[in-house]
């Protein structure tokens, strides 16, 4: 069925210093692929998204990298500020209805150190 | 603001007891998502609908239920409540039916089983 892995569960990086965040997916027919950020106690909101007909989009300090063929995609965070520090989940939303599950990753919880 | 409203915010309530949980998506969705979110973990997707009929459906127990009303505002429906029961209940909608749209998520109903 439908699988999507997140990694690493947890991240501490140096505030300046960059993250990074991957996914993989099981199901070949997915070709949009959101990242959600929730803050503490806040509910989760879009930051950026990619479809399979590009290989990297970007968002000031933020980027998505997409490799269908290896079936992951990543979330690349640069100059990381404490405002980041957050939850932060991908998908692999099904195309059809018969694929039907909402697959979120199990979520990484970033930590900016100061 | 995501436009989606949920009630009530919170809600504490006991065992064996039956709640009723409520989101009203933004103007134009059609389709509602609920998922559940315990203290510390993922989102897991309990159910979608589309326009009033069910069209996905994901680790929904058989003691919870939903509906989406012809105004297009939904219901969750938690029944012989457990302790595990007690998490963070959060509602979505978007524009389509599939995956490919992005998911606006409400403020969340955080229920407490005592």
């Known amino acids: 069925g439908e699988n999507v892995e997140q990694h690493p569960s947890t991240l501490s990086v140096q505030e300046g210093d960059s993250a990074v965040i991957k996914c993989t997916y099981s199901?070949?027919?997915?070709?949009?692929f959101p990242w959600y950020k929730q803050e503490l106690g806040k509910r989760p909101q879009l930051i950026i998204d990619?479809?399979?007909?590009?290989g990297e989009k970007k968002d000031q300090r933020i980027a998505v990298t997409l490799n269908k063929t290896a079936k992951h995609f990543s979330l690349h965070i640069t100059e990381t500020q404490p405002e980041d520090s957050a939850v932060y989940f991908c998908?692999?939303?099904?195309?059809?209805?018969?694929?039907?599950?909402?697959?979120f990753g199990s979520g990484t919880r970033l930590s900016i150190r100061p | 603001d995501s436009g989606v409203t949920q009630t009530p915010k919170h809600l504490i309530t006991a065992t064996g007891q039956r709640v009723t949980l409520r989101c009203s998506p933004r103007?134009?969705?059609?389709?509602v998502y609920w998922y559940q979110q315990s203290l510390d973990q993922g989102l897991q997707f309990l159910i979608q609908?589309?326009?009033?009929?069910?069209?996905a459906k994901g680790n929904i127990l058989e003691r919870f239920s939903a509906q989406q009303f012809p105004d297009l505002h939904s219901e969750l429906n938690l029944s012989s409540l457990e302790l595990g029961d007690s998490a963070l209940y959060f509602c979505?909608?978007?524009?389509?039916?599939?995956?490919?749209?992005?998911?606006?998520f409400g403020p969340g109903t955080r229920l407490t089983v005592t």
């Open positions: 199901d070949s027919a997915s070709n949009y």
């Open positions: 979505a909608s978007s524009e389509g039916a599939v995956g490919g749209y992005e998911q606006y």
């Open positions: 609908y589309y326009n009033g009929e069910e069209r």
């Open positions: 998908a692999a939303p099904p195309l059809n209805s018969s694929a039907s599950k909402i697959i």
């Open positions: 990619i479809r399979s007909n590009v």
């Open positions: 103007s134009g969705d059609l389709s």
